[in-house]
């Protein structure tokens, strides 16, 4: 994954970081931070896919 687009990925991930633990919180699920880099990665990753599934479908048009 490119770099660039990879921090630009963790920056809004991590914009939303504090929205996340509070929706877990609630429902008592408790995830310090080492425990959500797995689900960040991911989230990361989904993030990725959208993103060349978009630019993918940029080009057809």
């Known amino acids: ?3 660039e687009l ?3 990925f963790m920056s809004i991930a991590m ?3 504090q929205e996340g633990r509070a929706f877990l919180d609630e429902k008592g699920i408790e995830l310090d931070m080492h425990d959500l880099q797995p689900a960040l990665e991911m ?3 989904v993030m990725n896919e959208a993103y060349n ?6 080009k057809k048009e």
């Open 1 to 3: 994954m490119d770099q």
């Open 53 to 58: 599934m978009g630019y993918e479908d940029a």
């Open 6 to 8: 990879n921090m630009r």
């Open 43 to 45: 989230l990361m990753s």
């Open 15 to 17: 914009k939303h970081v």
